[in-house]
């Protein structure tokens, strides 16, 4: 499920990339961010009916309960508008790779945080992964500076 998840992440970017950069498609990343999004619901809506069968009743429920729930809703949308928006900008303006190494980047650092600040476990395996990851992104980092 990993390896498929990275190969459909990369897909994705390096499709983003091409239709960004593409001089007879002529989209940005507002138009992009358009033409995705409705297909992003088509594909993930019956998966999580399927997942979560009840979800609808418990969003309702917990509306009911919890004053802010619709607030938070509207906010946690707003805030993943613009993360997609921000993650186009980022592909139109360097690369899909640098999108993928800045990802994998995120995800160490995220873990890290998680480490220190919730004391989570973590193994050998999960540590030399993640050090490989660095080990990747510095090297990354590297290359793209020297062939400045």
Not at 25 to 46: F, G, H
Not at 49 to 66: F, G, Q, S, Y
Not at 109 to 128: D, E, K, M, Q
């Amino acid at each position: 499920m990993c390896i498929g998840a990275t190969a459909a992440r990369a897909f994705k970017s390096v499709l983003q990339g091409v239709l960004l950069s593409s001089e007879g498609e002529k989209l940005n990343s507002m138009n992009l961010l358009l033409y995705m999004s409705p297909i992003a619901v088509l594909v993930l809506m019956p998966a999580a009916i399927i997942m979560e069968p009840n979800v609808i009743d418990v969003t309702a429920t917990l509306a009911t309960e919890h004053r802010y729930l619709g607030l938070l809703i509207l906010v946690n949308s707003a805030m993943a508008y613009g993360a997609n928006l921000l993650n186009f900008l980022v592909t139109k303006h360097t690369s899909a790779l640098t999108l993928q190494v800045l990802g994998n980047a995120k995800g160490a650092v995220a873990v890290v945080i998680s480490i220190l600040l919730f004391r989570n476990p973590v193994t050998f395996t999960g540590i030399a992964g993640y050090t490989l990851t660095v080990m990747g992104v510095v090297a990354y980092g590297e290359s793209k500076r020297r062939h400045k």
